[in-house]
């Protein structure tokens, strides 16, 4: 077990790299033209895993050919934790499995990048924080265990937030996560190592997780794709927790494809998404909340979006829900506040941390301990109290979820589109200059407001990407928002949206 670093990788990868080169597929099989590590590496997640069950290209070469993308970009600082040993260890025995007729997974020989906040046996799990540098949880998250029973495996911990606990991934304990478009600028958080790894072609499909907004902010600051499922759809236990109202694992990919493949790997429905036609798709509009003081090449991407999707037959409705914009003040931010730390002591216990929460406290990085002095230890200034708290999940969360499902009954149509930022990706740093963008807005309004409302009320949350910014040249994104349970036809309409949407160009590395 090794965190990565350049001689430890090197190392790891070198003694099998030239006998590698010469047998990238298994014997028998026919090989994939061109056998370039670049080629490989484009590969999304269902094509690798199909050329790697046809023996057309063996795991083992194929997860060389991560691990050295891995290695050509690790200034990006993607991964805390990647052992280059073990994964190939477990490509070899991939091989074998196949070698010998095995019945092969759906997700046969893919090395999977994992948050480090979602337990993993025989890797730490740091959760991006001092006091849990060295843990290694005896038991995988089931979220892992199912990727695992369907023949993937880790292909390292990725770098995120401290604790989750922000959208910029800028994290003290274990350096910054940089965005592979321009590694001066950060990727979104909290999820932001992950997003990064499948930005810069190190892996096709990652496992993330949204509390508020930690898959879809990097997806979109990253020119990726990330999808938030309907609360509960996917399992939460064996994560690192905020509140388990919000939290909610999900996966990362370049296409929605690949997040249908993860879907159908962890619910066990394997069915292929339904075929949509563009053409009678009522898609809803906000401009009153999502549109208000949205970068200007924010804006002008979303007006070619919606021109495009005018041109195909899209009914693009226009609507008002001037309720939205009290939510985060009454749900969104009381929630958190007040369930983090509890949430993050029952973790630590049935984890078999080392630490408690005490313990987790005291080795906080320094902007970490200054919000949580804040707002979450107890006697903070800000803290949330009981009352204040029983009404936000017991009051205005059920509103909030009442209204949004009326809404999609009544008017919304087949889902609400909007950007899920209202800029693009800042420069590392720019958060604690309080504000960003054209508009100068407070950077946790331009990164948490838009995706607040989907997942404090626990609905479907797709994020594509969009375009590169006229002006920053950053990825832009935008956001499908469905009701509660409608995951994959939501997903169907993002593979109908994909059909006319260029994709933008992949980041140099």
Same mark, same amino acid.
């Given at each position: 077990?090794?965190? #990565? ?9 070198? &003694? *099998? ?11 028998? +099989?026919?090989? #994939? ?53 073990? !994964? ?20 046969? $020989?893919?090395?999977? %990048?994992?948050?480090? *906040? ?33 023949? &993937? ?12 606990? $922000?959208?910029?991934? *800028?994290?003290?304990?274990? $350096? ?95 069915? %292929?998404?339904?075929? /949509? ?33 005018? *041109? ?42 080392? !630490?408690?929460? %005490? ?5 906080? +990085? ?56 209202? !800029?693009?990706?800042? &420069? ?12 100068? !807005?407070?950077? &946790?309004?331009?990164? $948490? ?36 349970? +409608? ?9 109908? /949206? ?12």
């Amino acid at each position: 077990m090794r965190a #990565m670093n350049r001689r430890g990788f090197m190392g790891a990868v070198g &003694a *099998s790299l030239v006998m590698a080169r010469t047998t990238l597929a298994t014997p028998g +099989s026919t090989p #994939m033209p061109g056998n370039r590590d670049d080629v490989l590496c484009e590969l999304g997640a269902a094509d690798a895993v199909a050329a790697m069950r046809r023996g057309d290209v063996s795991a083992e070469a194929y997860a060389l050919a991560l691990l050295a993308r891995c290695e050509r970009g690790a200034a990006l600082n993607a991964f805390i934790t990647l052992d280059a040993q073990a !994964v190939l260890a477990a490509a070899r025995a991939a091989d074998l499995a196949r070698a010998r007729g095995a019945d092969l997974g759906p997700l046969h $020989g893919l090395p999977v %990048p994992i948050k480090d *906040s979602v337990n993993t046996r025989a890797l730490p799990t740091t959760a991006g924080t001092h006091a849990l540098r060295t843990f290694v949880p005896a038991r995988d998250a089931e979220i892992v265990g199912r990727l695992r029973a369907a023949g &993937a495996f880790p292909l390292g911990k990725t770098n995120l937030h401290e604790l989750s606990f $922000g959208w910029t991934s *800028s994290n003290l304990a274990f $350096g910054p996560v940089r965005n592979a478009h321009d590694p001066q600028r950060i990727p979104g958080g909290s999820t932001g190592g992950t997003a990064t790894a499948i930005a810069a072609r190190m892996a096709p499909l990652g496992i993330a997780e949204d509390t508020q907004g930690s898959i879809r902010v990097p997806a979109a600051l990253c020119g990726i794709a990330g999808f938030r499922p309907t609360k509960d759809r996917y399992p939460n236990a064996g994560a690192a927790p905020i509140t388990p109202l919000f939290d909610q694992v999900g996966p990362h990919a370049r296409n929605v494809a690949d997040l249908a493949l993860f879907d159908a790997v962890i619910t066990g429905d394997d069915r %292929p998404l339904p075929e /949509l036609s563009l053409r009678g798709l009522r898609l809803a509009v906000l401009r009153d909340f999502h549109f208000v003081d949205i970068d200007d090449e924010v804006a002008s991407a979303f007006d070619a979006l919606f021109a495009t999707l005018r *041109s195909e037959g899209v009914d693009i409705v226009e609507r008002s829900m001037p309720e939205l914009a009290a939510f985060e003040r009454l749900v969104t931010g009381p929630v958190q506040i007040h369930d983090v730390l509890p949430s993050l002591g029952n973790y630590l216990r049935d984890s078999g941390a080392p !630490v408690g929460v %005490p313990g987790l406290l005291a080795g906080l +990085s320094p902007d970490i301990r200054a919000t949580f002095e804040r707002f979450c230890v107890p006697g903070a200034p800000n803290a949330v109290g009981d009352q204040a708290y029983r009404d936000a999940r017991d009051v205005h969360r059920p509103r909030l979820q009442a209204l949004l499902a009326a809404f999609f009954a009544t008017q919304g149509g087949d889902a609400i589109l909007f950007p899920p930022t209202m !800029v693009t990706a800042p &420069a590392i740093g720019a958060a604690e200059q309080g504000t960003v963008g054209q508009r100068r !807005v407070p950077f &946790a309004t331009a990164m $948490g407001r838009n995706i607040a409302p989907g997942s404090t009320a626990g609905i479907p949350g797709l994020v594509l990407p969009l375009a590169l910014g006229a002006q920053s040249r950053m990825p832009i994104g935008l956001e499908l928002d469905g009701p509660a349970g +409608s995951d994959r036809r939501l997903l169907a309409i993002g593979a109908a /949206l994909s059909r006319v949407i260029a994709p933008i160009p992949a980041p140099q590395v």
